[in-house]
């Protein structure tokens, strides 16, 4: 079957401007969530969905970054006036429910290029 | 609240010998751990986890990790490395929180 899949895989884009990447996840997942990974650092956790219940947006770095998913279907992650530091693999990743020893599937990222 | 440490972002060993791949957590829960592997340019692919079942858990590619509670350790081996094993590999805990990473460890494989 069909994994998580990411768009764009790639994007470059200039300080300032407004980004939108997306994660379609495994269907039948209802959990969904959201990391950054900076050149040879770990993954930082941004944002996750569960079911229809409020995001936990514990992780996200400020009020520029922002997350929507409509029920348990596509996610969009939004970088608004992008800052070079935001330059990043954004991974998405999706699991049957959150928490216990259920498996995360990851998608293979956005790479985010800020200029 | 639950952390991991990986000891050594880069370890090299020779093609053949044993690959050892350190991982110590902090929980305040009893965890559920687990190793990821990511080759270049792709995402994350679960090599194994820990879920209490068993404290010597196998998983693919000839890996596996032992569960020591005393030691608050989950380090990853491999008896005999191969050079399709070069990869970063990442340790992750779940508590009653999303699952935390380490900070990953480079593995490369000389010939």
């Known amino acids: 079957g069909a994994g998580v899949s990411q768009s764009p895989s790639n994007k470059v884009t200039e300080k300032g401007k407004d980004v939108e990447l997306r994660c379609d996840p495994i269907s039948g997942h209802t959990a969904l969530y959201w990391y950054r990974q900076r050149l040879g650092q770990g993954l930082e956790f941004l944002i996750y969905?569960?079911?229809?219940?409020?995001?936990?947006k514990s992780g996200l770095p400020s009020d520029r970054f922002s997350a929507e998913r409509t029920g348990e279907s596509v996610s969009t992650l939004t970088i608004q006036r992008t800052q070079q530091e935001d330059s990043a693999v954004y991974l998405c990743a999706s699991s049957e429910r959150q928490g216990g020893s259920y498996e995360q599937y990851f998608g293979p990222g956005t790479r985010l290029t800020v200029t | 609240a639950q952390s991991v440490t990986q000891l050594g972002s880069h370890v090299s060993v020779s093609e053949g010998a044993l690959v050892l791949l350190r991982c110590n957590y902090s929980?305040?829960?009893?965890?559920?751990l687990f190793w990821y592997v990511q080759y270049p340019n792709q995402g994350l692919q679960l090599l194994l986890k820990y879920t209490s079942a068993a404290t010597l858990v196998k998983g693919i590619n000839g890996f596996e990790a032992e569960f020591k509670k005393s030691e608050t350790s989950f380090h990853l081996t491999k008896p005999s490395a191969h050079m399709s094993d070069a990869a970063e590999y990442f340790c992750a805990v779940r508590g009653n929180t999303p699952l935390v990473f380490g900070k990953g460890t480079r593995l490369s494989v000389i010939a």
């Open positions: 929980s305040s829960v009893p965890p559920y």
């Open positions: 969905f569960q079911g229809n219940s409020a995001p936990d």
